[in-house]
C-alpha cells in the first residue's frame, strides 16, 4: 500500500520534472518512509486516546523513537507488517499502563536489563540498512548519548510525575528486546549465507 503511493507520488513529481530520474529512489523512500512514520504516530496517539494515556502514548513516542533510530535491531520484511507490529507494541505499553501491571521494582529491573542488552548490543544493523565500521562507531556514540539523555529524564521525571516513571524502563526494554530478535535474526542469515 504505502509502496505504491510512494511509487505514484514519485512518478508525478518526475513527470513534472520537480526531480530528476536519478533521485526517484530517495524520494520514493522518502515519501514511504515518511508516510509509515505519520500512520504509526498517529495510530499510536490514538491508541493513547482509547486507553486514557494520551501524555504516556507521546512520551513514550518522543524517547523511542531516537534510540530504535540510533540503536536498530529487528525489522518487519514490509510496511504493513511494521505498521501492525508497531501499533500492538503500543498496545501492549497501554495495557501494562493502564492496568498498573508493572510494580516500580519490576521497572527498575527492565531499565537495568534494557540499559545492558543496548550497551552491549547496539547498533544492530538490518540486511536493509547495512552498516560499515564507521557508521556502527557513529550509531553506537548515539545511541548511547540517547540512553544518558533517557535516564536523567527518567530520574528527573520520576521526582517530578511518579505516573510516568515506568515510560522508559518500558521503552528501553523493548528496544533490548528488538535488538535480540535483530541479532539473532542476523546471525541465522550470515550462518545460511556460509553454508
Known amino acids: 500500500m504505502f509502496a505504491k503511493l510512494a511509487e505514484y507520488l514519485t512518478q508525478q513529481l518526475e513527470n513534472e520534472n520537480v526531480i530528476s530520474s536519478d533521485k526517484r529512489d530517495l524520494y520514493r523512500y522518502g515519501f514511504q518512509y515518511g508516510m509509515i512514520l505519520t500512520l504509526n504516530f498517529i495510530t499510536s496517539i490514538l491508541i493513547g486516546v482509547v486507553f486514557g494515556k494520551v501524555l504516556e502514548s507521546i512520551i513514550l513516542l518522543a524517547t523511542y523513537i531516537p534510540l530504535r533510530s540510533y540503536a536498530g535491531g529487528h525489522h ?5 507488517k511494521c505498521y501492525i507490529v508497531s ?5 501492549i505499553w497501554m495495557c501494562l499502563l493502564k492496568f498498573q501491571i508493572l510494580s516500580t521494582s519490576c521497572c527498575v529491573i527492565m531499565l537495568i536489563s534494557g540499559l545492558i542488552v543496548c550497551i552491549i548490543l547496539a547498533p544492530v544493523e538490518d540486511k536493509n540498512k547495512p552498516l560499515d565500521n564507521d557508521e556502527i562507531q557513529i550509531y553506537r556514540k548515539k545511541s548511547y548519548i540517547v540512553l544518558v539523555i533517557e535516564i536523567c529524564l527518567w530520574i528527573l521525571l520520576s521526582f517530578i510525575q511518579h505516573s510516568v516513571l515506568k515510560l522508559i524502563p518500558l521503552m528501553v ?3 533490548a528486546i528488538t535488538l535480540i530478535i535483530g541479532k539473532i535474526k542476523n546471525i541465522k542469515m550470515s550462518r545460511s549465507i556460509k553454508m
Request: aromatic share 8%; net charge negative.
Open 87 to 91: 501499533s500492538l507494541i503500543m498496545i
Open 76 to 80: 518487519s520484511s514490509s510496511s504493513e
Open 173 to 175: 526494554f523493548t528496544e
